[in-house]
């Protein structure tokens, strides 16, 4: 059996901002777009799931101030 992580033919998960609702994609390849951002933040709290990138940017400027 293969790992599913390692198939080539795999597409991006589709996923709704767990605060904004913004449809995005997540490649759980390991290239996703969350990557290449400089902010680092814990996993999401309890109940939610990915941010998008304009979120994501919030929360940590958030966690910054």
Do not use: H, I, Y
């Not at 293969?2 to 996923?15: A, I, K, V």
């Not at 951002?37 to 966690?63: Q, Y």
């Amino acid at each position: 059996m293969t790992n599913p992580q390692e198939s080539p033919s795999q597409e991006p998960r589709r996923l709704a901002c767990s605060r904004c609702g913004t449809e995005f994609g997540c490649d759980l390849s390991g290239s996703c777009w969350c990557a290449e951002e400089t902010a680092k933040l814990p996993m999401p709290v309890k109940g939610e799931d990915c941010l998008c990138r304009e979120c994501l940017r919030k929360a940590a400027k958030a966690a910054v101030s």
